[in-house]
């Protein structure tokens, strides 16, 4: 049996070097077709997989909770009280599991340095805003308790106000002058990148106390837009959220029959969200890709049809000195599997041809798949099976008398 497999994969070789160009143009759907989904599913995975690093690089387990329902430019919030550093210790003397919380209040003035100078975002917090939202430092220090207290005047910024007010110089010790306020910079920050539509690197940072008293002239009870909230490991997120939610109702009087004032946001299940509907996305286009491959198998049907009218003589003598039934439909099927799965491997290598090329230019990294490889491969022989049968079976049913007299 190995032997006339053997004999059968040699033959099909000839015929297909015989026939270099139309053997190409037959297996071009295979190829196509492999090629599409391989890439769409290896693309789809570094895509899944850079959604899943930009939200954990917002935060370790991070829970948001802003006053208003919703998130982003439509949440409703016209009227809605901010929260207070009362509520802030409230939430971590009270609900269990929480590493750390921090009040972030935000505002938009100029920074200036020398003849450089910007508009952009300030954040007012405390200390442990930096270990939730899993900063590192480049340069310098943190600003301390200590300095939150004093309301001391330094700041840490990132790396795009680094690089739009010092250039090359290095910012430590320098005092820049943020609104109306002159502050020293004493650490800089490890660049993160974008997230969204998002520069996670334009920060500037200042001791909550700071904002307050130099730079807003106003110490407000109520002026906590938003409490970062880091979740210990292993803690249930729905868990906490409900927590939360049963302490901030009580802070804020809200009755049984009143909806939440607030709202909490779980970047976990953000992240988890967010890959679930990439992952769908490939699938449904690594499908409608695949139907090319159908294409394809159509097209070595057709050509091995032809293949068979054109062979008929040779079929007929083959049949005629000995050759049976079985082994003409051997020949046959190997043929057609050997052209489709030649056209999948092609299809592979022009797939992570692509994916090399591609993956730089979306910002995603290239991640191979060893398994979608091998079934795109699989899948493409199947084809050459399926397609391939009805013209084996085709030239294994001639008559050899009619198939010796085919002209």
Same mark, same amino acid.
């Given at each position: 049996?190995?032997?006339?497999?053997?004999?059968?994969?040699?033959?099909?070789?000839?015929e297909?070097?015989?026939?270099?160009?139309?053997?190409?143009?037959?297996?071009?759907?295979?190829?196509?077709?492999?090629?599409?989904?391989?890439?769409?599913?290896?693309?789809?995975?570094?895509?899944t997989?850079?959604?899943k690093?930009?939200?954990?690089?917002?935060?370790?387990?991070?829970?948001?909770?802003?006053?208003g329902?919703?998130?982003?430019?439509?949440?409703?919030?016209?009227?809605? &009280?901010?929260?207070?550093?009362?509520?802030?210790?409230?939430?971590?003397?009270?609900?269990?599991?929480?590493?750390?919380?921090?009040?972030?209040?935000?505002?938009?003035?100029?920074?200036?340095?020398?003849?450089?100078?910007?508009?952009?975002?300030?954040?007012?917090?405390?200390?442990?805003?930096?270990?939730?939202?899993?900063?590192t430092l480049?340069?310098?220090?943190?600003?301390?308790?200590?300095?939150?207290?004093?309301g001391?005047?330094?700041?840490?910024?990132?790396?795009?106000?680094?690089?739009?007010?010092? @250039?090359?110089?290095d910012?430590?010790?320098?005092?820049?002058?943020?609104?109306?306020?002159s502050?020293?910079?004493?650490?800089?920050?490890?660049?993160?990148?974008?997230?969204?539509?998002?520069?996670?690197?334009?920060?500037?940072?200042v001791? #909550?106390?700071?904002?307050?008293?130099?730079?807003?002239?106003?110490t407000? @009870?109520?002026?906590?837009?938003?409490?970062?909230?880091?979740?210990?490991?292993?803690?249930?997120?729905?868990?906490?959220?409900?927590n939360?939610?049963?302490?901030?109702?009580?802070?804020r009087?809200?009755?049984?029959?009143q909806?939440?004032?607030?709202?909490?946001?779980?970047?976990?299940?953000?992240?988890?969200?967010l890959?679930?509907?990439?992952?769908?996305?490939?699938?449904?286009?690594?499908?409608?890709?695949?139907?090319?491959?159908?294409?394809?198998?159509?097209?070595?049907m057709?050509i091995?049809?032809?293949?068979?009218?054109?062979?008929?003589?040779?079929?007929g003598?083959?049949?005629?000195?000995g050759?049976? @039934?079985?082994?003409?439909?051997?020949?046959?099927?190997?043929?057609?599997?050997?052209?489709?799965?030649?056209?999948?491997?092609?299809?592979?290598?022009?797939?992570?041809?692509?994916?090399?090329?591609?993956? &730089?230019?979306?910002?995603v990294?290239?991640?191979?798949?060893?398994?979608?490889?091998?079934?795109?491969?699989?899948f493409?022989?199947?084809?050459?099976?399926v397609?391939?049968?009805?013209?084996?079976?085709?030239?294994?049913?001639?008559?050899?008398?009619?198939? #010796?007299?085919?002209?």
């Amino acid at each position: 049996m190995f032997a006339m497999i053997n004999n059968a994969f040699s033959i099909a070789l000839k015929e297909i070097r015989r026939n270099l160009t139309r053997a190409f143009l037959t297996v071009l759907g295979i190829i196509i077709g492999v090629s599409s989904v391989v890439t769409m599913v290896t693309l789809g995975e570094g895509t899944t997989e850079a959604v899943k690093s930009q939200i954990s690089s917002l935060g370790s387990n991070l829970l948001m909770v802003r006053p208003g329902a919703g998130f982003g430019p439509r949440s409703r919030s016209a009227g809605v &009280p901010d929260f207070t550093e009362a509520d802030v210790d409230a939430l971590l003397r009270q609900v269990p599991g929480i590493a750390a919380v921090a009040p972030v209040r935000n505002t938009s003035t100029s920074a200036i340095y020398r003849e450089n100078a910007r508009m952009g975002g300030v954040t007012g917090t405390n200390p442990g805003w930096f270990e939730i939202n899993n900063w590192t430092l480049e340069s310098g220090r943190f600003f301390t308790d200590d300095d939150l207290k004093k309301g001391a005047a330094v700041c840490v910024i990132g790396q795009t106000v680094v690089d739009d007010l010092f @250039a090359d110089e290095d910012p430590i010790g320098k005092k820049i002058r943020v609104g109306k306020a002159s502050v020293e910079v004493i650490g800089t920050l490890k660049e993160k990148g974008q997230v969204g539509m998002g520069d996670q690197d334009d920060t500037l940072v200042v001791p #909550l106390s700071t904002l307050r008293r130099r730079l807003l002239g106003q110490t407000s @009870a109520h002026d906590i837009g938003m409490i970062s909230i880091s979740a210990e490991d292993g803690v249930d997120s729905d868990w906490m959220i409900e927590n939360i939610e049963t302490v901030l109702r009580e802070r804020r009087n809200l009755q049984d029959n009143q909806e939440n004032d607030f709202s909490v946001m779980d970047t976990r299940q953000i992240a988890e969200t967010l890959s679930s509907s990439t992952q769908v996305m490939t699938t449904l286009l690594a499908t409608v890709s695949g139907v090319s491959l159908l294409v394809g198998g159509i097209g070595i049907m057709n050509i091995m049809l032809v293949s068979v009218t054109e062979r008929t003589r040779e079929i007929g003598i083959r049949l005629a000195i000995g050759a049976t @039934a079985k082994e003409v439909l051997l020949q046959f099927l190997v043929e057609a599997i050997t052209l489709s799965s030649v056209g999948g491997a092609m299809g592979i290598v022009l797939a992570l041809g692509f994916c090399t090329l591609l993956a &730089p230019m979306i910002q995603v990294n290239f991640i191979f798949n060893t398994q979608i490889n091998i079934i795109a491969f699989i899948f493409s022989a199947v084809v050459g099976v399926v397609f391939g049968f009805a013209p084996a079976r085709r030239a294994a049913s001639l008559d050899p008398i009619d198939a #010796l007299r085919h002209e």
